[in-house]
């Protein structure tokens, strides 16, 4: 479950906080002024997230070579 914390106690327990997400696996939503603006998360999730990103722009990529392709307006 993901906690949300304010950026002044982010400061102050940041240690506390940093064991939290690195070993007990707990994603923190900071906020400033009550507006969520980051999240702070296990290396392992921020990898698979990079790598889903990845995935769908090469997916984007995929679908528009064959858009093209369809068209006539690159070879394969």
Known sequence: MNKIIGVTELQRSFRAIFDD???HRI???????SRPEAALVPYEEYLR????????????????????????????
């Open 21 to 23: 997400v690195a070993r």
């Open 27 to 33: 994603p923190y939503v900071l906020t400033r002024g």
């Open 49 to 76: 997230f990079q790598q889903f990103q990845e995935k769908d722009v090469l997916g984007r990529f995929d679908r528009l070579i064959e858009r093209m392709a369809a068209r006539g307006g690159i070879c394969r």
